[in-house]
């Protein structure tokens, strides 16, 4: 199939919410010569963001949103170690620790963020979805990561972002956080002490390289 062609496939199958199809069309992508991160921004992401606006307007149900997720999670389980292909050859600018906040199980993003930190050569640990404030300051205590990497996708838990800084502080623990999400802003970001935000996966990684000195920051 022709890379058009692919997009189209890739963007219909979230939409739709064709679970099965979703990996089988991420495969033939790759075996087509696309580029993983293409596949992920220009096929599979802009239809979730479709499905996303349209279910805020009341026009898509939550089935349809849980499909378009679940779709969305075979493409990136196909594309995902492909992006995260590490650069074996780059010294680990350092260990992240990444998690979505209490309360919320969006992990999207979030894999997406890990899957790129990882390419570029950064130790991932990604505590999963629904991560209370304590566990990110056990788990931090115990790895040293240089960099705690916080994701929320709603604007109720974007607050757990302020609590697990907080929770972090308080505990004399230093460690670098940045936080990012569809609802968080540089603004808030700023507001609750955090020492960087990033809008999207590309970004993530440029401040993370920043935050921890590693190269090309
Ligand atoms: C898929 C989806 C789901 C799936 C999630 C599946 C999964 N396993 O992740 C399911 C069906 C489970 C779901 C559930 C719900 N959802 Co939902 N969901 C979405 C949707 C459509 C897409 C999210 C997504 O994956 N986007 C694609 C990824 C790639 O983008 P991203 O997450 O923004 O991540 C990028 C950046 O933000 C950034 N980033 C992300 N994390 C991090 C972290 C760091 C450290 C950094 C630096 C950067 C970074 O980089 C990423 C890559 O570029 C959004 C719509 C939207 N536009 O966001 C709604 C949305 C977030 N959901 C919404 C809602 C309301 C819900 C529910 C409450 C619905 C319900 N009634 O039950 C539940 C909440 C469940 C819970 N407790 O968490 C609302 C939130 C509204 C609000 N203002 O808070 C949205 C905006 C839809 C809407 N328009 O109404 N959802």
């Known amino acids: 199939m022709e890379r058009d062609k692919l997009l189209e496939e890739m963007y219909r199958v979230v939409y739709d919410g064709e679970v099965d199809r979703a990996a089988l069309v991420a495969e033939q992508a790759l075996a087509s010569g696309l580029d993983p991160l293409d596949c992920l921004k220009l096929g599979f992401m802009p239809a979730l963001e479709r499905v996303g606006e ?6 898509k149900f939550l089935p349809e949103l849980v499909a378009a997720g679940e779709a969305m999670q075979r493409a990136l389980a196909v594309t995902g170690p492909q992006l995260a292909a590490a650069r ?3 010294p680990t600018p350092g260990r992240v620790l990444l998690g979505t906040v209490e309360g919320d199980i969006h992990e999207i993003g979030k ?10 050569g950064f130790e ?8 209370p404030a304590r566990t990110f ?3 931090t205590r115990e790895l040293q990561p240089s ?3 916080l994701s929320a996708l709603l604007t109720t838990t ?3 972002q302020r609590e697990v800084i907080e929770v972090l502080r308080q505990a004399g623990v230093r460690v670098q956080v940045m936080v990012g999400g569809a609802p968080v802003t540089p603004s808030w970001a700023e507001e609750i002490g955090a020492d960087g935000y990033a809008e999207d996966a590309s ?3 440029a401040l993370a390289r920043r935050l921890t000195g590693g190269p090309g920051s």
Request: proline share 0%.
């Open 137 to 139: 300051l056990e788990r």
């Open 203 to 205: 970004s993530a990684v």
């Open 147 to 149: 960099l705690v990497g």
């Open 158 to 160: 974007m607050v757990r």
């Open 124 to 131: 991932v640990v990604d505590l999963g979805v629904d991560v």
């Open 88 to 90: 074996r050859d780059l």
């Open 54 to 59: 349209e279910f805020g307007r009341g026009e």
């Open 111 to 120: 894999r997406i963020v890990g899957s790129l930190l990882m390419a570029a």
